[in-house]
């Protein structure tokens, strides 16, 4: 069961934004940076928002994140048909000394 | 950057994976990096396994730490992932990424499958 808490699906139809969340506690989210990483079907993990809120360049402004407390949000805009992946949420936990992956969130494009 | 994961992918159980990355495209030798490795069972979600500074700065999850070696080679522009004792619970795709100045991993490699079987 992983620290950082992730809906296992979310779903949305081509055009719509959809929202997926990653919830944590102090001493990971609500004092580190949230990463986010889209995986596609079949393929390595790629940094899709970094530092909660910066998107790497050449990832599209249709993605975009934000930290509130112990939680974070990633949103993809005008969703598309290849956005159809899995999303991972990731932060430093400072009592762990250690990395922590959320779940994933399977994103169905409909 | 661009890693490449390589090693055996059929390891026994109670053997020791083995798995080494080489990197390409930047200096190995840079601090502005850790050199890590991710693990993903097929069909769940990705864990972190640990990571290393060309400082010999050693972080590894806790859960592994007892099992767990990451070491860097700057020579041979190479890092590497010893598993201990391994069980079929460590069968999973390896990637080897890397931890740099966005503190996020930004350069992953395609990913190795170790199996763990008789």
């Known amino acids: 069961q992983s620290v950082l808490t992730q809906p296992p699906s979310a779903s949305g139809t081509p055009g719509q934004r959809v929202t997926m969340s990653c919830s944590g506690s102090s001493s990971n989210i609500g004092g580190n940076t949230i990463n986010w990483y889209q995986q596609l079907p079949g393929t390595a993990p790629k940094l899709l928002i970094y530092q909660n809120d910066r998107r790497p360049s050449g990832v599209p402004d249709r993605f975009s994140g934000s930290k509130s407390g112990t939680s974070g949000s990633l949103a993809i805009g005008g969703l598309q048909s290849e956005d159809e992946a899995d999303y991972y949420c990731a932060a430093w936990d400072d009592r762990l000394n250690a990395v922590l992956f959320g779940g994933g969130t399977k994103l169905t494009v409909l | 950057l661009h890693l490449q994961e390589s090693g055996p992918g059929l390891v026994k159980p109670s053997e020791t994976l083995s798995l080494t990355c080489t990197v390409s495209g930047d200096s190995i030798s840079s601090s502005d990096y850790y050199w890590g490795w991710i693990r993903q069972p097929p069909g769940k979600g990705l864990e972190w396994i640990g990571f290393v500074s060309n400082a010999g700065s050693t972080y590894y999850k806790p859960s592994l730490k007892s099992r767990v070696t990451i070491s860097v080679d700057t020579s041979r522009k190479q890092f590497s992932l010893r598993l201990s004792s391994v069980t079929a619970a460590d069968t999973a795709v390896y990637f080897c990424?890397?931890?740099?100045?966005?503190?996020?991993?930004?350069?992953w490699g395609r990913g190795t499958l170790v199996t763990v079987s008789p």
């Open positions: 990424a890397t931890w740099g100045q966005l503190y996020a991993f930004d350069s």
